[in-house]
């Protein structure tokens, strides 16, 4: 790499850490560290939401999709249009203008206003495991985006320089940090992937006549994938939008109802079709290079989520190089900084949060910082274990989906608020798929392990509620 292109990198990361620390000095307590002071605007709401869903991972998983089946693997995040809208309709009125949650931090006060406090706390556990997985697949996003770009640097020194920078800022500046820093960064991103990443790689490639030389048809179809394909990230990415933590910390960031939904219909339309096919056609490109021979490594040995960052650090010129490499931090950064909001709230609001509330806001807002650079160490230590982003997300994704799911929807929408059938449902659920993700048992009819586990969250919490109902009424 280029002293010019490490010269850009190194002033956009000190301009992030400079956000952070210019969030530090503004902040007053646990309402600005966790929910922003409730009133943040639609567009900086609704491109963090964006940025926070779709980021380093997605960007980096979409491109592997891309690579390996083309066009078609936009349709995962076509189930992230679909959730963030049906949140802005159906979630986003019952929680934003709901008086019992105007003081909320986090998703587990809303389990334990439903149900009870033992609810609330394995609620908050199984956010917080699922979040501690998401912020090592994004630091491992990054990591192989670095590595991949910067042949000198191997991937495990490339985790802990992403590590660093994402865990300091955030634990610097907070919520309002992650969400104005979040903004910066996919303004970044997409000025990355419009004007520099999909023109040049589609010029270096050959043109349209070389790309449609080069690949099968079924590259460019819209159908190149099975239904099991689809269902496995409908279960998994759709339901997220109803149980995610950094989904509710901005719903509660939101000025009101309708600056809320606003922000949700943002962050769809920019999921799909904007990011969704930028993403797989930068993969796409990527897999044309390894074709024509400008990717120098075999099939077997490549991880198709380096193609694309492999592609890039060939085709692209000192000065646009330190930029790209920019964008696609940004990416990875935007959704690591709000997962360590997210599993901080969590231990700071729903695990220790009794011991905590007599202390002043500025020894709170403290500890809040501590447990999140503790995070971000556990962390960074959990992706050095790991290999395959996308993997890594769709696993965090999964465990909260089935642990979460059922009982909020029972509770919030249909009203059935047992205690009981509340905590057997996740314990069953989550257990569920953790297991059958740890065993990698071949599944009936190759759907994922989540789909057994909400199947088997819903079946436990209907069975528990009738019993419980019953036992009442004698």
């Known amino acids: ?26 902040n ?47 349709w995962m995040l076509f189930t992230g249009l679909l959730g963030a809208w049906m949140a802005a309709v159906l979630l986003i009125p019952k929680v934003r203008s709901n ?38 697949s994004q630091l491992l996003a990054g990591a192989k985006l670095a590595s991949g770009t910067f042949p000198t640097l191997d991937l495990n020194m490339a985790l802990l320089i992403m590590g660093i920078i994402a865990v300091v800022y955030t634990v610097l500046g907070g ?3 992650v969400i104005y820093t979040d903004t910066i960064q996919w303004i970044v991103l997409m000025a990355g992937f419009i004007f520099i990443g999909l023109p040049i790689s589609y010029y270096h490639v050959g043109g349209w006549e070389a790309i449609r030389s080069t690949l099968p048809d079924e590259y460019f179809s819209l159908t190149n994938l099975s239904w099991q394909d689809f269902a496995n990230w409908g279960i998994t990415i759709l339901p997220i939008w109803f149980v995610g933590m950094t989904l509710y910390q901005r719903i509660f960031a939101s000025a009101d109802v309708k600056s809320a939904k606003k922000a949700w219909f943002i962050a769809g339309l920019f999921e799909w079709p904007i990011m969704a096919f930028m993403g797989v056609s930068l993969g796409l490109l990527a897999k044309v290079a390894f074709e024509q021979g400008l990717i120098v490594e075999s099939l077997e040995t490549l991880d198709p ?24 931090f940004s990416a990875v950064l935007s959704t690591a900084d709000s997962c360590l909001m997210a599993a901080s709230g969590n231990l700071t609001t729903d695990i220790f949060g009794k011991m905590l509330k007599t202390k002043e806001d500025k020894f709170v807002m403290r500890i809040s910082q501590l447990f999140t650079l503790l995070i971000g160490v556990v962390a960074l230590v959990i992706a050095l274990q ?52 740890l065993l990698k048992l071949t599944l009936p009819f190759g759907l994922d392990p989540n789909f057994f586990g909400v199947f088997a969250s819903l079946a436990v919490f209907l069975l528990v509620f009738r019993i419980d109902k019953r036992i009442d009424k004698i």
Do not use: C
């Open 1 to 26: 790499m280029s002293l010019i292109d490490l010269s850009i990198f190194i002033v956009y990361m000190i301009l992030m850490l400079g956000v952070g620390f210019y969030f530090m000095r503004k």
């Open 28 to 74: 007053t307590g646990q309402d600005d560290y966790y929910v922003g002071g409730r009133n943040i605007g639609s567009w900086h709401i609704g491109l963090s939401v964006v940025a926070t869903d779709v980021g380093g991972g997605f960007s980096v998983g979409l491109g592997g999709l891309g690579f390996m089946m083309g066009l078609s693997g936009s």
């Open 99 to 136: 008086p019992a949650f105007e003081n909320f931090y986090t998703l587990p006060q809303i389990f334990q206003y439903l149900f009870d406090k033992k609810v609330g706390i394995a609620a908050a556990i199984i956010s917080f495991v699922g979040y501690m997985g998401f912020t090592s």
């Open 175 to 177: 919520l309002k940090a």
């Open 305 to 328: 989520e380096m193609g694309l960052p492999i592609l890039l650090s060939t085709v692209l010129p000192p000065g646009i190089m330190g930029l790209m490499m920019s964008a696609y």
């Open 386 to 437: 790991m290999t395959n982003v996308l993997e890594l997300m769709l696993y965090s994704y999964a465990f909260m989906v089935s642990g979460l799911f059922v009982p909020i929807i029972a509770g919030l929408f249909w009203n059935m608020r047992s205690p009981k059938a509340a905590l057997s449902s996740m314990i069953i659920g989550g257990g569920t798929t953790a297991v059958l993700s």
